[in-house]
């Protein structure tokens, strides 16, 4: 049995796990999958999505782009580095600095902290079109709040959905009616039980670019109070389509809300909107505003948000200022660093290394998203069980991959771009035999990844 | 005007600001008014619930019981202390310590925090009847994440409250029938605007105590999938009728779960559940856990909490460690000092200052509340106008205070209680004379207070 009583003093391995597990992260994996109903908290974390049986799983430390295992392995991020949260790096020292300045001055009292409204100012500051704000401290909880005041403001009920926006009752009820709904908005399989059956209908999903659809839906229903939509995702934003979105809710007084919770403050310092030319009437913002501090914001027009005074919305720890405080510092660090131009940057590299592979080993490889979200897949029969392989592979060259691989500032440090060209080079090349030879299950020491929710 | 230049250097006050305003916080009170709609993300931090034209509104620094704010006044404070969230006081060095600890280590990651599964071990141990848990960060979306998991549970929609559970949909659909169903359960005229009317029905309100209306509804409605209650609230917890709640849930396969957002880890180092006798399937933990730090913690029975695994419940930042952190060093900390005990004792003193200043000025007080969290009323045809003006003059005397005095671990330092005593007898005892010359409105020099939600 592995001896966990130096590093998890307070763990207690089950009985027979020395059997199945070969890493302390496994094992502790394990004895999570008891204590916590699907063992992690954001889905993206989950061992299954990688390579099941030998995924690191947990961590002790994390620095810039680097992460050390319980095990005491090393590995370069090269995945969505905290699932998209962290473009600065982990544990970067000025976030730390300005988070730790007001522990120490008390980041929760009675009274309210200043720094709420000087992020308010700031915020509205980078968003002229935009005049107030609230706040949360998750990004699903926001975009909760946004439909509220959405549903306040106009006094209908039905909301048009185009993309992903959490787990909460208003967005998972659009798959009441089929359990597809949501396929082809991010996350495929969302089961909604648990969510009232009553909420069926109020909530309808329409594809992105798909303009007439969403014409037709708001000329025939006039109990809809909000689109809400991602105005950016696996292609980037369409000019067109969101100035035409713009229009009909405009003619139609329904609620634009952009939901910017994984495309604000990435490419651009502020939501990815403001290059697009059309503003909402809403905004939503969450992880990739404070660089792994729970904070998450929500602007909007005074007419709009005027109607939150009209409903109860009210929680003690978004009062707390380390969220605040985390914002303010990211935002002044993203426009000092001109960090959307870094991004774009390290993903032009990231691509390049992944493009670059291929074509030496032989394979096909076609890209997905923004620069900065670059996905790939490789042209295989089995892609799964292939890309399983890889991140296996990668793993052994101190390299977590997969087929996402987010742009990090930290990227940049410590020759890391260089570090993945390499391992990239070798691995593509070496499973490019393997496959050649029909040989990835000879080489596979895990279960195939899986992509869609489901129990585990 | 008032040169807000030094201190908030990025604030900018209105041109007509120095006409209405007493003091900088007042001045950026003002301005929050015009960024965030309510201004404040609390309902309890208005400036209107206590005294609305002189309150310090905003702070600079907290240490354990004392506040300083933008004018550089120093108060002790003896109002609810972080809205009931800071039982150690504020700025706690070892939960500092502990978030610091995390900060530098790389708080958020792509792989896990062992701390999850470190902290679900700790809130097994300590309520055996549990065996799993999730969590959030917010005491309301937590609350959203038990009923979610209820529902899936039982397959049924209903849902039987008993007391205050945030402001999520769910709960405030009780008010769509009746905009006075949940006046009673803490907070009175809760707006249900943009809560969907196809809600209404869904959630139903019964009292604190009665059993027979609870029976009756269990009885005739099989679509009831929970009963969601504060175990205690205002008069202590009663184990008669926790005990007849848990028959009846039990008898009709409904989920119970005890929402301890206020009451846990307070009297208790745990579940204030666990000195009645009676185990809930499902029990909330939110800002007490954690001493100021954004947590929520959701614990449950296996069988009840599996049913998390059949529906989506994923956000990113609920996988970040200096929530669980904080959460694991409160603990430690609540146990080391016996803070039960500590508050309680507290809590006593409050209470004895309050009546001894009344019993020598002739004033007639009823307490309200446990001892840890003691409300006091006195009886005046005017109290609301009374307690303004103590709200008032308390502060002259260095002390924020109100009608609701929560015990704090930090009352303990440096003679705040035997402070609290000085200035509450002087100010009761001025008080007295004043009322008993009717001569109230001389004297005071703000607005009266205001009680129920609205807009501002």
């Not at 592995?2 to 590093?7: A, E, P, V």
């Not at 306040?152 to 009441?176: E, F, P, Q, R, V």
């Not at 952009?258 to 992880?287: N, Q, V």
């Not at 392989?389 to 101190?398: A, D, E, I």
């Amino acid at each position: 049995m592995l001896d966990y009583s130096k590093i998890l003093p307070w763990y207690k391995p089950a009985a027979n796990e020395s059997l199945k597990c070969v890493s302390k992260g496994q094992g502790l994996y394990q004895r999570a999958k008891e204590l916590i109903p699907g063992a992690t908290h954001l889905f993206g974390k989950r061992a299954e999505l990688y390579a099941p049986d030998v995924w690191p799983c947990y961590y002790k430390r994390a620095k810039g782009c680097t992460i050390w295992d319980l095990d005491g392995n090393k590995y370069l991020d090269f995945t969505m580095v905290g699932i998209g949260a962290c473009t600065l790096g982990y544990a970067d020292r000025d976030i730390t600095s300005a988070v730790h300045k007001e522990l120490v001055s008390g980041n929760l009292c009675t009274l309210n902290s200043p720094l709420e409204v000087q992020l308010a100012e700031k915020l509205a500051e980078l968003h002229p079109w935009s005049q107030m704000v609230r706040y949360a401290r998750t990004g699903g909880e926001m975009a909760s709040i946004a439909i509220r005041i959405a549903r306040a403001s106009t006094g209908k009920s039905k909301i048009i959905i185009c993309g992903y926006h959490g787990w909460h009752d208003w967005y998972l009820s659009a798959n009441l009616a089929s359990q597809k709904c949501l396929d082809g908005h991010l996350l495929q399989g969302l089961q909604p039980n648990g969510v009232p059956r009553e909420l069926q209908g109020l909530t309808i999903p329409v594809k992105y670019g798909d303009a007439d659809s969403l014409k037709m839906l708001l000329r025939a229903d006039h109990d809809i109070a909000a689109v809400v939509m991602e105005p950016s995702r696996e292609q980037g934003y369409d000019k067109v389509f969101l100035s035409q979105v713009r229009e009909e809710c405009s003619r139609h007084s329904v609620v634009l809300i952009f939901d910017e919770t994984t495309s604000g403050f990435r490419e651009y310092c502020g939501g990815i909107h403001m290059l697009s030319g059309t503003a909402p009437d809403l905004c939503i913002f969450g992880k990739t505003i404070s660089n792994g501090i729970p904070m998450a914001a929500l602007i909007g027009t005074r007419s709009v948000m005027e109607a939150a005074q009209s409903t109860f919305i009210s929680s003690t720890y978004w009062t707390e200022s380390i969220g605040p405080a985390a914002a303010l510092e990211f935002i002044k660090k993203h426009q000092r660093l001109n960090l959307g131009t870094v991004l774009e940057q390290v993903g032009e590299r990231i691509r390049n290394n992944i493009q670059t592979a291929c074509n030496s080993s032989g394979l096909e490889v076609t890209f997905n998203g923004t620069k900065a979200l670059t996905s790939f897949s490789i042209v295989h029969h089995d892609w799964p069980k292939m890309l399983t392989l890889f991140t296996q592979m990668m793993m052994n060259q101190g390299v977590l991959a997969s087929d996402r691989s987010y742009s990090n500032y930290s990227h940049t440090f410590s020759g890391a771009l260089r570090k993945h060209r390499t391992a990239i080079t070798d691995v593509l090349g070496r499973i490019a035999l393997y496959a050649s030879r029909d040989e990835l299950d000879n080489v596979l020491r895990t279960r195939v990844k899986t992509s869609s929710f489901g129990r585990i």
